[in-house]
Structure formats: structure tokens, C-alpha cells
């Protein structure tokens, strides 16, 4: 009796146990943080809003989500330590409460050739195992099913001690993969069109070879000339046919040049090898340009695309091989996967349906596992990736998103919506950085960030339920419920741009009209073929300017000056001012601080702990040499220019003795997509996702063309924001360029002159233009899913 009373009387006090319900942070710091301090609940759905540029991604991503990883790794050995990244602890004096956090960010997927949607979600190797062990004939193990291994075999002698003697015996060893001999298992062959690889009218030390990088009098030229194997005063089509064989084809072999032993090899090679090998994504332009011009990708002959040996595709389930598998729309696979009853592969069966069910549910069935996945957008990449944790048993976990409503449809936002709280729902603690209204309304817990951006932003203007937002009085209160209205009228187009017959990806023989001289919106749900629409069948031109959603790549020495190409004439302009030479105000070349070479921090490796950075103490971060610092230009040195945010130096470059043009017009490009905040040295690896999608926006700006193609601007802009968005395309489209954009942002299509929606739906239920007139006829129609959204955003 007694044991039963204690029992009720402890149930009835909180256990000590059950106190930790929230996530405290004090005193954050990083990035333009500002003393930040406040409490998240656990096993909430808190989204964090504010400005682009605000501190949002500082707080949940560089300081929580940073911090609680870290300490995930320092579980590990220190052996094992050594071969993970290695981050330093946030700049906060507090954190408290922090659980497991899961990372789902919209950095794009793998972009190598040989990444698919199938490799990077484990769909294929569970496939694999699959046909390997149900397949007819039996071609041999899950290896021989993979287009990243290839068939290998060798014999020889091995030696063996064996009872104090030696003997030789007889090895052999094979290996039966799955990778096409010919494409090497990209899938594509590539033809090399030579009249853009030299000019066979003139001679090597003419500068016959046209391939960037060969040009002048630089290594590779002296190579060539140089090797003894070529006449270097000969005109190239005057080569003898060994010669040209020599030129073009040859082997690796050794030569000497000027007495340095060096390395010869044929130019065709050279080519694939040091730029066709590479991701097109990762190039140089310059160097991407040349690979469109000189270089066309066919579908290779031998695997007709597939990646696979002709052994592979021979093996079939039901007259399905894997290729056919791969090549599937994901909702038809699950259905084909359902219908399989095998009792032998039981477990199998049952994590591919899994996963194949969690694409349809997350709005991706739309896509085929062969799809590489350097081609997805930056939502798609950021929702495959959220399959891993759809039908995972852990709970207690924080998972923390990255705008997951990027490149989704209005009606694709509300499944979204359901994934969210599904996982909150499971005992999580969710954290989500996010814009739209949309994700806003279904937040327990909001935290606004500003009031403004970069310096002017970095303080909690507003922590608490969403009903008290909107009273607040924040920047994102007051726009909370903005609604664009659709305009009384619009303009007139001057021109037309005919498509005729777009098949590409699942476009269904498409002719539409694209007017010129206007705002023309392309809308429709995730994967109706907006994109192959536009990208596809807008010849990319003299005239077209294409902005896409590929990322900036910088680090650390990469600054919007660099970027956009502002430091050049800033450079010029001190050069000539002081009669010296331009590379000195460069911190990348002769002008760089000697001691820390132009980086501003000197850097301490540590092994498998955090490496330190301290500012350089010769510089105090200012990254040039003290030499360099005496030259003034309108009475600041180069490390104050670089200093200065845009807007100020917008006009220090405008009149005086400072003017200069060319920097001014970059400036004001800058200015005009609201960077006017940002300075001209920041880092590039500092700014958020929605300053880089407009930094690139505003480098574009730049570039002569009549058409601009600009694929989902919006991308991580706060609703304020949009606003300037919009009224910058009024002027792109004033100034008489025709602006065609890929948007799902209802402000943008209620703005639009004209609009043109794909549908009904996603993949092969997608690919046909389902309306094509202006917003107030769109509205009045609700004739489709967009239509259906757009009126109720508008309220008509």
C-alpha cells in the first residue's frame, strides 16, 4: 500500500526530466547577428522570418543547427574525427536545450554526370539487389545492375608461403559491372567540332589553337611547338596525315622542352580531359562557352542512353529490365513495384515502396530516377532530400529547412504544409526559414528577424504566436497580408516569339506564342514544363540574357566587387590617379598584404579540432600591403572603397574627382536590386541566398540583350522585397526589353501583362498549355489550379 502511495505522489510533480522544452540561445553573434537571445519550444513548428539578408540563416543554420552538429562530431574519436570537416563552435555564450539536428538545405545535389535522382536517394541500389536477385537470365550480382562499375579482369602469378615453403600459384579475378564501355556510364558521347579548336590556316607559333587557356605564348602552346612531333612555322592544313594524327590524337608520352621534361598529349584528349570531364555547372563562362560552341552531347549509340551494358538491359522482371525501371515516372514505378509479390525479397519490396511512395507524397512522382541530379532545381534537390526522413522512427529530432517552399506551386505548398507538421507531429522540434505567408500561417511559434538587412538587420524584432505578428508592426507584420491586385490593364505587345512543336522532357508537340515587349509570367504546378518550355525552346542568343537558379560560386576572396566586375574600373581609375599599375589594388594579386596574402585572417590548422583565424596583425584586416594604402583615389585608399556599402559608394563614384562611369553603372545596377546595403568587400560566402539569386541579377542587368529569361526571381526574397522586384522588371520591360519569367509567386502573375500556365499536372499529366491570356482573364476563368489560386489570392 505504501509503494503505491509514494508512486502517486511522485506522478503527481513534474519529473526533472520533462523541464527541457525549449532551445535557449544567448548572446549569438555570427555573422550581423547582434546579441541575439531568445527561447524556441520544442516539438513546435517555428519559422523564422524577416528581410532577405536580415540574419535569419546566421541564427538557425550558422549558429543552432552549426553547433548542434558540432557536437554530434565530437562524440566521435578523434581518429575518425581527423576525416570530418572540422567547424569552429558559434559566436553565442549560450546554448541550451539543443537535440539532434537534421540539416535539409537547398544546396543543389552532386552535379557529377553520374549522379541520378536514383544514386543520391539509394533507389537504385535497392533496385539493383532486386534485379540481381529476381532478374531472367541471371546475369551475376547487384554490381553487374550498376552504371559506376565497370567490367574488369586479370590472371597472374601470386607468391604464397605456405609450411616454410614458396610456392607460385595461378590467380585470376573478374568483376562483372554494369557501366557502358563506350559513354564510360554517362549515359552521353560527346562530337568535337575541330573548327573550333584551331584555325587551320595558320601556323602554332601564329596561335593556330583557339581552346582558352592555349592561346599566346603560354605552356600548353610551347608544348606543342616545342615537342619536336609538329613543324611550329607550318600552317596546320598543310600537316601530313601522321602529323595531324600527332596533333590530335597522340598518346601521353614524354618530351623535353627547353630542357624540362613535360608531359605531350594530343589535343582532342587534352580537351576531354581537362574540360570535358567537368561538370558544365562548374565551369569558367568563358570556358562553358567554348564547351557550347566546340562540343555537342548525343545520347550514346552502344546503351542508347541508358548507361547500361547490353547485359544489364538483357535481365528483365515481368519484361522489365532496370533501364526501363530507371527511365519510369516515379508514380508509375511505385505502381509497378506494388504489384511484384515475391515472398523471398519481402523486406526489399517493402523499403522500395516506402521510398517510392515518399516521392509521389512529397509532389515528386513526377520524375524518373535516371534523372541526373545536377538538373533538379534547388526545391526539388532540397525535397529529395527529404524523402531520407519522411518514414524515419526517430523522434525528438530538429529538423531544420531552408525555404522548403522554393519553386512550388501554391497548390504544391499546402502538401508541403502537411510534411511539416507530419514531422512535428512525430515529436520533433521543426525550424523553418521561410517567406511565404503560406508556410508563416502554419507556424506555433514565429520569430521575426530585421528590422533591416545586412548591418541594419541582426536584432529579434518580434518572438511569439503568428496572431501577434501581424499587430507587431514589423516590416513583415505589415506585409504579411499584402495582396497584389491584378492591373486594370496591360501593356500591348510589340512583337511575337513563335514555339512551335517543344517536345523536349515531357512538353507534349507545344505551340504557344510568347509576346515581346511585355511582363510574360509561365506558371504551372512542380513539373508541368515551364522550364523545358522557356530553356528549351528560347534560343539562347546574342539577345537572350538568361538568369537561372545555378549558384554562385565563390569563397572567400570572391566579394560583389570581384563578382559583378566592379573592382576592374576601380582598379583602373587608382591606377591611372597615381601613375602605378592596376594589380597592386587588387588583394589577390601584387597589392596583397604579404603576410596573409590578401585573405585579411591568418589561418591556424588544428588537426582534427576547429582551425582558428585570427585578422592579420601586419594589415588589421584590410588585406593589402601598407605600401598599397598610400594611394588615394578622391581621398580614400583602396581598403576604405572597398569598405563602403553600395549606396555610398554609388555616389563617390558618381561626381567629383572620384567620378567614374563604368563603376557607377554597376553600382547602380546593384542599388537597383536593393543590395544597397551590402559593402564591396564582403565575402561572398557571407551573403544569403536571396542577395546572391539578385548580386547575379544585377550582373546580368549588364549584359546587351532584348530578351530577358529569368527563372523564378523571387527565390528567397522577403515579401517586402518582391516589391522592388516587381518594380524593377516594370522598368527592364519600359526601357524596351521583353522580360519572360518562370514564377510561382501569385504577386508576380498578378503583375504579369500576359500569362501562359502548363498543366493540368506534373510529368506525363503535365506538358500542355492549359491557359493563355492575362491575369483578370485567368481570374475570371478558374479554369485551372493556378486559377483557382490566383483568385484567392486576389480575393476576386
Known amino acids: 500500500m505504501s509503494t503505491a502511495r509514494s508512486t502517486g505522489a511522485q506522478a503527481s510533480e513534474p519529473h526533472a526530466a520533462d523541464s527541457h522544452d525549449l532551445i535557449r540561445v544567448h548572446g549569438a553573434r555570427e555573422n550581423n547577428l547582434k546579441d541575439v537571445s531568445i527561447e524556441i519550444p520544442k516539438r513546435r513548428l517555428t519559422v523564422f522570418t524577416g528581410v532577405s539578408g536580415s540574419g535569419k540563416s546566421s541564427l538557425v543554420f550558422d549558429t543552432v543547427a552549426a553547433e548542434s552538429q558540432r557536437l554530434i562530431n565530437e562524440t566521435y574519436s578523434a581518429f575518425v574525427q581527423g576525416f570530418m570537416p572540422s567547424v569552429a563552435r558559434p559566436d553565442v555564450d549560450v546554448l541550451d536545450g539543443l537535440t539532434t539536428a537534421i540539416i535539409v538545405d537547398q544546396q543543389r545535389m552532386g552535379a557529377d554526370p553520374r549522379s541520378t535522382v536514383g544514386t543520391a536517394t539509394d533507389t537504385n541500389a535497392m533496385l539493383r539487389i532486386l534485379f540481381s536477385r529476381l532478374g531472367q537470365p541471371h546475369i551475376g550480382s547487384a554490381k553487374a545492375f550498376s552504371f559506376n562499375v565497370a567490367s574488369i579482369s586479370g590472371a597472374g602469378a601470386v607468391t604464397v608461403e605456405r609450411a616454410g615453403k614458396t610456392v607460385k600459384e595461378k590467380r585470376s579475378f573478374s568483376v562483372t559491372g554494369g557501366m557502358c564501355p563506350r559513354c564510360e556510364g554517362r549515359g552521353s558521347v560527346s562530337d568535337i567540332d575541330l573548327t573550333q579548336l584551331y584555325d587551320d590556316s595558320k601556323s602554332l607559333s601564329e596561335g593556330a589553337i583557339t581552346v582558352p587557356g592555349f592561346t599566346g605564348d603560354g605552356w600548353m602552346t610551347r608544348i606543342y611547338a616545342g615537342s619536336g612531333f609538329l613543324d611550329p612555322d607550318k600552317p ?43 561538370d558544365r555547372e562548374a565551369m569558367q563562362p568563358h570556358v562553358r562557352a567554348f564547351v557550347d560552341r566546340a562540343v555537342t552531347f548525343t545520347a550514346c549509340p552502344d546503351c542508347g542512353g541508358t548507361r547500361l551494358t547490353a547485359a544489364a538491359r538483357s535481365s528483365k522482371i515481368g ?16 505502381e509497378w513495384v506494388r504489384g511484384l509479390d515475391e515472398p523471398s525479397v519481402a523486406p526489399l519490396l ?68 502537411g510534411l511539416l507538421l507530419q514531422l512535428r507531429d512525430k515529436g520533433n522540434t521543426v525550424l523553418v526559414v521561410e517567406h511565404k505567408p503560406e508556410v508563416i500561417a502554419i507556424a506555433d511559434h514565429v520569430v521575426d528577424l530585421g528590422p533591416g538587412a545586412g548591418s541594419a538587420g541582426g536584432t529579434v524584432c518580434y518572438e511569439g504566436p503568428l496572431t501577434g ?99 576592374e574600373p576601380i582598379r583602373k581609375a587608382f591606377a591611372k590617379a597615381n601613375g602605378v599599375k592596376p594589380a597592386l589594388f587588387s588583394p589577390n594579386s601584387e597589392g596583397a598584404c604579404p603576410t596573409c596574402n590578401g585573405a585579411g585572417v591568418v589561418y591556424t590548422d588544428l588537426a582534427m579540432m576547429a582551425g582558428v583565424a585570427t ?182
Open 236 to 278: 596546320i592544313r598543310d600537316y601530313s596525315e601522321q602529323e595531324l594524327q600527332d596533333f590530335l590524337h597522340r598518346e601521353p608520352t614524354k618530351v623535353k622542352v627547353n630542357g624540362i621534361n613535360l608531359t605531350y598529349e594530343g589535343l582532342i584528349p587534352k580537351v576531354q580531359k581537362s574540360m570535358l570531364a567537368k
Open 319 to 334: 519484361g522489365i529490365s532496370i533501364a526501363d525501371a530507371c527511365a519510369m515516372q516515379i508514380s508509375d514505378l511505385a
Open 350 to 417: 517493402a523499403a522500395l515502396r516506402q521510398t517510392l511512395d515518399s516521392f509521389v507524397e512529397i509532389g515528386l512522382g513526377y520524375l524518373s530516377l535516371e534523372r541526373p541530379a545536377g538538373t533538379l532545381s534547388g526545391g526539388e534537390a532540397q525535397r529529395v532530400k527529404m524523402i531520407r526522413h519522411l518514414g524515419s522512427s526517430l523522434t525528438d529530432v530538429t529538423y531544420v529547412f531552408d525555404e522548403p517552399s522554393t519553386g512550388l506551386h501554391p497548390h504544391d505548398i499546402q502538401r508541403m504544409n
Open 469 to 567: 505578428l501581424r499587430a507587431a508592426g514589423t516590416v513583415t507584420g505589415r506585409h504579411l497580408d499584402d495582396r497584389a491586385a491584378v492591373k486594370p490593364t496591360v501593356r500591348t505587345a510589340t512583337g511575337k516569339l513563335p514555339i512551335r512543336g517543344a517536345t523536349a522532357h515531357n512538353l507534349r508537340d507545344v505551340d504557344v506564342d510568347v509576346p515581346l515587349g511585355v511582363l510574360v509570367v509561365v506558371t504551372g504546378v512542380a513539373g508541368s514544363g515551364k522550364s523545358s518550355l522557356v530553356h528549351g525552346s528560347v534560343p539562347p542568343g546574342e539577345d537572350v540574357v538568361s538568369v537561372d537558379q545555378s549558384p554562385i560560386r565563390g569563397s572567400r576572396r570572391s566579394n560583389p566587387a570581384t563578382y559583378t566586375g566592379l573592382l
Open 615 to 796: 585578422t592579420c596583425e601586419d594589415c588589421e584586416g584590410r588585406r593589402f600591403d601598407a605600401s598599397v594604402l598610400e594611394y588615394r583615389f578622391g581621398g580614400k585608399d583602396i581598403s576604405e572603397v572597398l569598405a563602403m556599402p553600395v549606396t555610398e559608394a554609388e555616389a563617390f563614384f558618381a561626381a567629383g574627382e572620384a567620378r567614374t562611369p563604368a563603376a557607377h553603372r554597376i553600382l547602380t545596377r546593384l542599388a537597383d536590386v536593393g543590395l544597397g546595403y551590402i559593402s564591396l568587400g564582403q565575402p561572398l560566402t557571407t551573403l544569403s541566398g536571396g542577395e546572391r539569386q539578385r548580386l547575379k541579377l544585377a550582373t546580368h542587368m549588364g549584359d546587351k540583350g532584348g530578351i530577358y529569361v529569368l527563372d523564378e526571381p523571387t527565390t528567397g526574397l522577403h515579401l517586402a522585397d518582391v516589391e522592388q522586384l516587381l518594380g524593377l522588371l516594370d522598368r527592364l520591360v519600359e526601357s524596351g526589353k521583353s522580360v519572360i519569367v518562370v514564377e510561382h509567386h501569385q504577386a508576380v502573375m498578378a503583375h504579369a501583362d500576359w500569362i501562359i500556365d502548363l498543366g493540368p499536372g506534373a510529368g506525363h499529366d503535365g506538358g500542355r498549355i492549359v491557359f493563355e491570356g492575362t491575369p483578370a482573364e485567368l481570374v475570371a476563368a478558374r479554369s485551372t489550379l493556378t486559377a483557382e489560386h490566383l483568385a484567392a489570392y486576389v480575393g476576386a
